[in-house]
């Protein structure tokens, strides 16, 4: 694939103008995976997924525990999970403690990245 294998981004419900302006000129043919955590209330279903699939040109869904991460999707946290990436490019997905008092964790999913992808994240 090329020098890096996955991008992933975290932000707190304010930064959702700034991830939309990010993510929405990207091309459907983008080749790597963008993995998503944003700090967002946790009262059941999320819309980010609807919201940004909306406007942006890459498959947009909702990370689904055990699910293999491919290329060219952008891939939402599920609120009220922690999302890690296992070693062999799946996803799991726990309901451990908060980390910094939040749950889904920034910092679980970037120590997971880069602990699968080191410098290829």
């Known amino acids: ?9 975290g932000g707190s419900s304010g ?37 940004l699939g909306k406007r942006c040109r890459m498959p947009v869904v909702e990370a689904a525990d055990k ?10 946290a599920p609120p009220g999970y ?6 062999d490019e799946t996803f799991s997905l726990s309901v451990d403690p908060k980390i910094n008092m939040s749950r889904p964790s920034l910092d679980v999913l970037f120590e997971t990245a880069a602990d699968t992808y080191g410098e290829g994240l």
Do not use: C, K, T
Request: aromatic letters at 4%.
């Open 1 to 9: 694939m090329g020098r890096y294998s996955a991008i992933v981004i």
């Open 15 to 51: 930064g959702l103008d700034a991830l939309e302006r990010l993510l929405s000129p990207l091309p459907p043919s983008f080749l790597l995976p963008l993995i998503v955590v944003m700090h967002l209330p946790q009262d059941g279903n999320s819309l980010l997924p609807e919201v």
């Open 67 to 76: 699910e293999r991460i491919v290329p060219g999707r952008i891939y939402i």
């Open 82 to 87: 922690h999302l890690q990436i296992e070693g």
